[in-house]
């Protein structure tokens, strides 16, 4: 724990379904259970677009970012982050294949840091418009610390291309 809040922009992910429901219902699960670690402000909408960066065929994946309030330092954050994905039924078989979710710490207030098993910013956030276009929703004036550009900026420069509106988001309560 830190002695400030410093709000975490989480990014969500999930293309398979389980006992426990669909790609939305485990997005909503991981919002809930993401308020052991501080408060969910903002919540964008949902985006839906395919599998990046992998060979093999597999599902469409779900996309969102919540904003956290929270007082969690980076690996405490991400440690929390991983124990929700367990929680909810994620297994960690290969880098890149299909889960039931994912929860990445994009930003963490103005946090950098890169030590192994914590990366903060997300190392591949400028990148990846499935993440960039629900951010750019809910906070496009955040500057991104190492690349000193701002969301907005970030997702301008390599555009929205393959990425679909879903469904609106929502907020735990």
């Known amino acids: 724990m ?3 809040v410093a709000t975490a922009y989480i990014g969500l992910g999930s293309n398979l379904e389980s006992p426990r429901g669909d ?10 259970a993401m308020m052991s670690a501080g408060v969910v402000t903002r919540v964008s909408s949902v985006y839906e677009t395919l599998a990046w960066s992998v060979n093999e065929e597999q599902p469409d994946y779900l996309n969102q970012v919540a904003a956290l309030d929270t ?3 980076p690996a405490e954050l991400i440690k929390v982050l991983l124990e929700i994905e367990s929680d909810i039924g994620r297994v960690r078989s290969a880098p890149h294949a ?3 979710i994912d929860l990445d710490v994009l930003l963490l207030g103005e946090s950098v840091v ?17 993440v960039l276009v629900p951010f750019a929703e809910i906070a496009p004036e955040v500057v991104h610390p ?3 550009a701002t969301i907005s900026e970030l997702l301008g420069a390599i555009g929205s291309s393959g990425v679909r509106l879903f469904g ?3 907020t735990p309560v």
Not at 23 to 32: F, Q
Not at 114 to 130: I, K, M, S
């Open 168 to 170: 609106p988001g929502r």
């Open 71 to 73: 007082e969690l330092g």
């Open 98 to 100: 299909s889960r039931i």
């Open 146 to 148: 190492g690349l000193g």
């Open 114 to 130: 890169d030590q192994q098993g914590t990366t903060v910013p997300h190392p591949r956030l400028h990148e990846r418009a499935f």
């Open 2 to 4: 830190t002695d400030r």
């Open 23 to 32: 790609r939305s219902h485990h997005l909503e699960l991981a919002l809930e």
